[in-house]
């Protein structure tokens, strides 16, 4: 179709200026004026005229007359870097399958006085055109009041542009596409195949072909991996045919460049590859927004590192994947204090191979590997840097285990616990009392028999029920009463206690609740020593 004038434009929209029009048909690529009827682009160029900071974006939406669920969407607008995202993550969110769409941005220009261009200088425009079907039983007319609301919102904060706002745009699109992901029906381990393909032909943009199965929030994913990398989408042929999709994206940098460097290609290409697997495991993760964010924060640091490297081979697995969008969404305890700096850690471990012995290490081999890490350690400081480093890390591969081995149970990771936490205060009594003996010598009953002593667990601990945020329940039982042998003695009493707060002050907990010692069970509560006499406890509970 040929390229229509100013003036045949103008006949048709008599109340939109001459120089709007004229700024029109040169903003867009030829293609777009050659697609369409002059109907359309009319409507196009009077939703153009009213976009302003007043008015962001207009919404035209046909319905087939043959078959109402299946519409004709425009979004007319100003562009955002990663808007093609936030519009197709929406569009699937409340139900439009799309089929196909071409979408077209401006080339940038400037603003003249003419009342109908926006304030502010040098903007860009957009016109994405999509048709799609709606979900069963879903109203064409309550679709489109609700996506019209939901995108106005988005664009709005968009058009502030401010970091909070942006994180409130990411936000409202990542829960909504969520909520449509939960009810996507449950996903299994095979993936299929991705084509790609860079055409770097042209000299104004570099061009990405894809080829795969169309997946859920296909168009979403794809795009927002590309935003990650801050391109400028240009334009966009989507094609679906038996449920195969075939799209072309052509996007340009920062600078509006195409993108020759075969190395950033390729970052973008595994980028694609790996968001696009990635969100399709999102509808298992309990936590799919949290992980999807979190997925974003290390992604790019992941990816940029060379391709030979195993991280990359690792991420193309899909169980390997299925099982970080759990870990991502399940736990802030995993995230804060181990995945989000020693990612790089993690996905070696998540490999079949590996999985198959577990992750942790076996409960009975637990007090030598701890004896181990402290045999290295010579002063107080270093000997609970390594206590508390290894028992870190420990919990940290039980939370693991329990999160990404299949068939285990909350007895299990209990288990597993309550053998770190025995072998832990184990480790910290003897150090405690290695310093104490060699100051104040051994502590010996009146008849001069060795004082003995117990560390007795209470609560959840005693009962072998530890969980993520139990707490460790401790008393301290000995023998008798009497002083110590050393050249400074002190009572027995003075000794225990002693000993029993040392040990507790060489363990660190990293947050309120993860191995924090508790110490409130004991016998007559909170002002009663912390070390008892066995003939004490035994009054205590002899009712």
């Not at 298992?284 to 490297?309: H, V």
Request: net charge negative; charged share 25%.
């Amino acid at each position: 179709m040929k390229k229509p004038t100013a003036g045949e434009l103008k006949r048709i929209c008599p109340q939109v200026s001459h120089e709007f029009l004229e700024q029109f048909l040169s903003s867009f690529p030829e293609r777009y004026y050659e697609r369409l009827e002059r109907e359309f682009l009319a409507e196009h160029v009077r939703a153009l005229s009213g976009v302003s900071v007043d008015f962001l974006s207009y919404l035209i939406v046909r319905a087939n007359s043959d078959d109402p669920a299946e519409l004709e969407v425009t979004v007319v607008g100003f562009n955002y870097t990663g808007i093609f995202s936030a519009i197709t993550g929406l569009l699937a969110a409340t139900g439009l399958d799309i089929v196909s769409g071409e979408i077209f941005t401006s080339r940038l220009h400037d603003s003249g006085g003419d009342a109908s261009e926006p304030a502010g200088g040098r903007r860009r425009f957009i016109v994405d055109l999509f048709t799609g079907r709606l979900s069963d039983g879903t109203d064409p007319s309550q679709w489109k009041e609700s996506f019209s609301t939901v995108l106005n919102s988005v664009v709005a904060l968009y058009e502030r542009g401010d970091a909070d706002s942006l994180k409130a745009a990411k936000t409202q699109i990542y829960e909504h596409v969520v909520q449509a992901l939960a009810e996507v029906s449950e996903p299994t381990s095979f993936l299929y195949p991705v084509e790609l393909a860079v055409d770097r032909s042209s000299e104004s943009f570099t061009r990405l072909k894809v080829v795969a199965e169309n997946t859920p929030f296909f168009l979403f994913t794809l795009s927002n991996a590309l935003a990650q990398h801050q391109v400028s989408i240009e334009h966009v042929h989507i094609s679906t045919m038996e449920n195969r999709i075939e799209d072309e994206i052509d996007f340009v940098d920062a600078h509006g460049q195409p993108i020759d460097d075969p190395q950033a290609l390729n970052q973008i290409k595994l980028s694609v590859l790996v968001t696009k697997q990635f969100t399709y495991f999102l509808g298992s993760a309990p936590g799919p927004y949290t992980a999807l964010s979190r997925f974003e924060s290390i992604a790019q640091e992941i990816l940029s590192a060379p391709s030979e490297n195993s991280w990359h081979r690792l991420l193309a697995n899909p169980r390997i994947l299925e099982d970080l969008a759990r870990l991502l969404g399940t736990s802030d305890f995993l995230w804060e204090d181990f995945i989000r700096g020693q990612y790089e850690e993690i996905l070696p471990m998540l490999s079949p191979e590996l999985k198959k012995e577990g992750l942790s290490h076996p409960s009975e081999k637990i007090d030598s590997l701890l004896a181990v890490e402290l045999s290295a350690a010579s002063t107080l400081d270093e000997k609970r840097a390594a206590l508390n480093r290894f028992k870190d890390n420990e919990i940290y591969l039980i939370d693991l285990d329990h999160l990404v081995t299949p068939g285990t149970d909350f007895l299990s990771l209990s288990h597993k616990l309550t053998a770190l936490a025995e072998a832990v205060v184990r480790a910290a009594v003897e150090i405690a009392w290695g310093r104490l003996v060699a100051e104040l010598g051994v502590p010996r009953t009146f008849a001069g028999l060795r004082a003995q002593y117990a560390i007795l667990g209470l609560g959840k601990f005693g009962g072998e029920a530890l969980g993520y945020a139990s707490d460790i329940e401790l008393l301290c039982v000995y023998s008798d009463s009497g002083t110590t042998d050393g050249r400074k003695r002190i009572a027995n009493r003075e000794f225990f206690e002693r000993l029993f707060r040392d040990s507790v002050n060489l363990i660190e907990k990293k947050r309120e609740g993860i191995f924090h010692i508790y110490l409130r069970l004991r016998p007559y509560g909170r002002n009663s020593p912390s070390a008892l006499r066995l003939e004490t406890l035994c009054r205590y509970y002899a009712p």
